[in-house]
């Protein structure tokens, strides 16, 4: 038996994090007792796709993923401002992986202002304003929305210019809050966390996250062995900054998630070393949460650990919790250790002691291997 993963190698910097990622996975199953194999398959998306196939998302991925046991993806590149909508939340809405997870733990050896930090990011993934329902300004769909507004605000005029106005949509509903928090709760539960924070904006947008709040207490209700709290997002931005050895796993509406879970990233180090995964009732995609960074593309520079990591929540994910274990322990002790690791993470960025992606994989290969 094995276990059957698809991969998306990505463009950019993604085909070389995404084989350093392979190999440090292959040796981590290879040198734990009793792990079974990994089975790959490989399927593409993206820019570099999108020139053959006319769109960076074919159809054939899709079902390549919805084959496997998992998919783990390297990162895709998503023009800013024009051209497609971002390939990272076609997947999640089409594949139904409303829950994202972004763990964001220190680790000796990589800089930051913080130490000890181990903090969990629950992201709903699939409404709120990411749900993608715009209305482009000086259309008439938008025109439509703009007057159905004004119409509708008792009197009150929300919004002015009805030509050169664009509007987004901020759907919340009480089934998908209840199943990211019932997520959060149980992933605590599981891993032995003390408490849930739910994060929101209810004192403004008291029928959308008011929703959010009103619903994530009803769940903390079932769950008494864990402790609740909720929070006011931009407090939240600041508690994080000053205090955050009071939070645990932290549980929020989709775009508010995005934004901190960047932030949470950036107290431990930043997100070469931030890990990330996306679940759902059906499927799940592991992948590193930062950019396809194609100026680095081809140079075997690039820091590999973010989706290292995401490799070992997937190794867990799947079952073999042990193996995840040992690849985290092992890509810890290289980067505390601080001599085989890419230029980013020495003191001197233009240290020559500095290694390559696949040469950082190497080493903690061979720590794999020295440990088995």
């Excluded at 749900?131 to 919004?159: C, H, L, M, P």
Aim: proline fraction near 4%; aromatic fraction near 6%; hydrophobic fraction near 40%.
């Amino acid at each position: 038996m094995a276990h059957n993963v698809c991969m998306i190698r990505g463009d950019g910097i993604g085909p070389e994090i995404a084989e350093a990622t392979r190999r440090c996975l292959d040796a981590a199953v290879a040198t734990t007792r009793g792990a079974k194999p990994i089975n790959w398959s490989f399927a593409e998306a993206g820019v570099d796709v999108m020139e053959t196939a006319g769109t960076p998302l074919p159809e054939e991925t899709l079902e390549a993923i919805k084959a496997a046991d998992a998919c783990i993806k390297a990162p895709v590149t998503t023009p800013v401002g024009t051209g497609f909508r971002s390939v990272n939340v076609h997947l999640r809405q089409s594949l139904g992986l409303y829950a994202c997870l972004r763990p964001c733990k220190s680790y000796p050896g990589v800089r930051s202002r913080y130490e000890d930090i181990d903090l969990v990011i629950v992201r709903e993934n699939t409404e709120d304003l990411y749900a993608g329902i715009e209305f482009e300004r000086g259309t008439e769909d938008a025109g439509q929305v703009f007057d159905t507004i004004n119409a509708t605000s008792k009197g009150k005029k929300i919004v002015s210019g009805r030509a050169t106005t664009g509007i987004s949509i901020k759907p919340i509903s009480v089934e998908g809050t209840e199943r990211i928090v019932r997520f959060a709760f149980e992933y605590a539960r599981a891993n032995g966390r003390r408490k849930v924070t739910s994060v929101h904006k209810a004192n403004i947008m008291k029928f959308t996250d008011g929703l959010w709040l009103e619903i994530s207490r009803e769940v903390a209700g079932k769950y008494t062995d864990i402790e609740f709290e909720d929070r006011i997002v931009d407090n939240m931005c600041m508690q994080l900054v000053q205090k955050p050895e009071l939070y645990d796993v932290i549980v929020l509406p989709n775009l508010y998630g995005d934004i901190l879970s960047d932030l949470c990233a950036g107290l431990v180090g930043g997100l070469g070393v931030a890990p990330g995964a996306n679940i759902g009732d059906k499927g799940a995609i592991f992948e590193a949460t930062h950019g396809s960074a194609p100026k680095y593309k081809g140079q075997n520079k690039v820091n590999p650990t973010a989706l290292i990591l995401s490799g070992m929540l997937m190794l867990r994910h799947i079952g073999e919790t042990i193996a995840g274990d040992r690849l985290e322990r092992a890509t810890a002790d290289i980067i505390r250790e601080g001599k085989d690791v890419t230029y980013d993470m020495k003191l001197d960025r233009d240290d020559p002691t500095a290694v390559g992606t696949s040469q950082m994989a190497d080493a903690i290969i061979r720590k794999l291997e020295a440990k088995r």
